[in-house]
């Protein structure tokens, strides 16, 4: 069976920090492209930020860019997102997704996420 299990999140305030977790659980981490979603209240879902099989290349939506960083350790099938300078607006349940097994690109849309997590919710407020 093929899970994804986020943790991390909670309640903080503006200009916190909070490091999100996700285990890949039931196949091969290494070989999965793990992606980081949000889901903002009354929102649909967005993209946040993907990183490659090793871990050696990542790209993150613009309001991502300078305060997320995803990283992963294949040792313990985890990837992470490392979340600064959060704002009211971060506020959203948070997935994480896996996909791209045997593809030769990077990164890949959407639609080719085979796994997603049942998130975890992200609150900034003072």
Partial sequence: QVRLVESGGGLVQPGDSLRLSCVLSGRTFSNYI???????????REFVGIINWSGDTSYYEDFAK?????????????????????????????????????????????????YWGQGTQVTVSS
């Fill in 34 to 44: 793990m992606g980081w979603f949000r889901q903002p209240p009354g929102k649909e």
């Fill in 66 to 114: 300078g305060r997320f960083t995803i990283s992963r350790d294949n040792s313990l099938n985890t990837v992470y997102l490392q979340m600064n300078n959060l704002k009211p607006e971060d506020s959203a349940t948070y997935y994480c997704a896996a996909g791209g097994a045997g593809a030769k690109y990077f990164p890949i849309p959407r639609y080719e996420y085979d």
